[in-house]
């Protein structure tokens, strides 16, 4: 798995009770069946060691086309608490708005 944005450069940082330091080569990260990229760990006092890991976040444009979609196949369920024809204009400006360049979501 490859990360779609760029990172920092990660270097060594200590305070009184943390250590950041970046992760070996290569190194993963298993959680919940899936291999993670590890960017880092963080060292705690009292040795606990975590993985900071490259998690794959999903843009603001792919949630809110899930919206979107799921209000056009289900208005059901939305309008128990909702205005769903006034959310879906809501919805449709925001993405008309905001509509990736290049066309990736």
Do not use: C
């Amino acid at each position: 798995m490859t990360s779609t944005t760029k990172r920092a450069e990660i270097r060594q940082i200590a305070t009184a009770t943390v250590e950041l330091e970046p992760a070996q080569p290569g190194e993963v990260y298993r959680l919940a069946g899936q291999d993670y990229p590890v960017t880092a760990r963080v060292k705690m006092q009292g040795g606990l060691n975590v993985p900071l890991v490259d998690l794959p976040m999903m843009s603001d444009y792919t949630r809110q086309l899930g919206a979107l979609k799921s209000r056009l196949e289900h208005p059901e369920v939305y309008a128990q608490f909702e205005d769903v024809e006034e959310t879906v204009a809501r919805l449709r400006q925001w993405l008309a708005e905001n509509k990736p360049k290049g066309g990736t979501l």
